[in-house]
Each structure stands twice: as C-alpha cells, then as structure tokens.
Nanobody, 124 residues
Framework: QVQLVESGGGLVQAGDSLRLSCTDS????????VGWFRQAPGKEREFVAG????????LYADSVKGRFAISGDNAKMTRYLQMNSLKPEDGATYYC?????????????????WGQGTQVTVSA
C-alpha cells in the first residue's frame, strides 16, 4: 500500500532554502516515478519536478529550473526536493505523488497516489 508522507515545509524568507522529503512508508513506490507538485490558493496544481525510480531521469518546471533539485534514496523509499533561492511566488502547498507507471508526467492525472502535502511560505 502506498502511503506518501511529505515533510520539511515551513516559513522562510526570500532567498532562503528548504528541503522537502517524501517518504513512502508502504514501500510501494519501487519501479515508479515520483513527482512533486504545488498548489497555491485559487490556483491549479502545477508540476514542479519529477524523478524516475532509478534517478537517472529528472524533469523540472521552467519556473524552478536551476533553483530546485530533486533526488532520491531508494533504500529509504524517500524522495527529496531541495529548494534554493526561494521566491514569494514559490509559496504553496507541496505534494509528492507516485506515477501511474515508470514515466514522469507533468500533469496530475498521470499520478494516482498523493501525499497530504506540506506548506511552504516565503516572505518577501
């Protein structure tokens, strides 16, 4: 059973860094890609970054490319999102999700298991 739990969110100032974690306590993400999405109030959920199971393929939204880095530890069934040079517009609830298959999708419909989210707030 897939049980994704995000952690690491918080309140930071612009320019600061945060590292989010996504752990699957059900140990069921083996072989699947994992994506990070975010959703701000009144906005649609948007793709942030994704990583294949092997870690050999990563994808990023243009808005975070060069500032965010996704990585993983398969032994710990954990995926990380390192967020640097945070901007106020990065503030949102961040979700991790397991893909339908091994590929990284950029839309929420290509993921079928979601965590509960972790809040990131960036003050100017």
């Amino acid at each position: 059973q897939v049980q994704l739990v995000e952690s690491g969110g918080g309140l930071v100032q612009a320019g600061d860094s945060l590292r989010l974690s996504c752990t699957d306590s059900g140990r069921a993400i083996g072989g699947y890609a994992v994506g990070w999405f975010r959703q701000a109030p009144g906005k649609e959920r948007e793709f942030v970054a994704g990583i294949s199971w092997s870690g050999g393929t990563t994808l990023y939204a243009d808005s975070v490319k060069g500032r965010f880095a996704i990585s993983g530890d398969n032994a710990k069934m954990t995926r990380y999102l390192q967020m640097n040079s945070l901007k106020p517009e990065d503030g949102a609830t961040y979700y991790c999700a397991r893909s339908l298959d091994g590929s990284i999708g950029r839309t929420p419909r290509t993921y079928n298991y979601w965590g509960q989210g972790t809040q990131v707030t960036v003050s100017a």
